[in-house]
């Protein structure tokens, strides 16, 4: 499971995504974006690169622990 942002150093969340779904080991790793930019096209652009769930900020708890696990059991993709 990996939590990302689009804001980070050195490389941004769309990049990193980008390089873990070309990736054949890492490509199933489930991703969920966490981001202060919640328009569609920054959700849109996520989504195709292959990112599981597109949360904004700021975010509650328990939705970010209710994404992990419906990712950690297999309900994918949604957005």
């Known amino acids: 499971m990996m939590l990302l942002d689009i804001e ?5 969340g769309f ?5 873990v779904r070309n990736e054949p080991r890492l490509r199933n790793i489930p991703m969920i974006m966490i981001t202060s930019r919640t328009g569609d096209k920054h959700r849109k652009r996520a989504m195709e690169i292959g990112v599981d769930r597109y949360l904004g900020k700021p975010f509650q708890e328990s939705e970010v622990l209710s994404t992990i696990r419906e990712l950690s059991e297999g309900r994918r993709p949604n957005g």
Not at 8 to 12: F, K, L, T
Not at 15 to 19: D, G, I, K
């Open 8 to 12: 980070m150093p050195r490389m941004d």
């Open 15 to 19: 990049e990193l995504a980008t390089h």
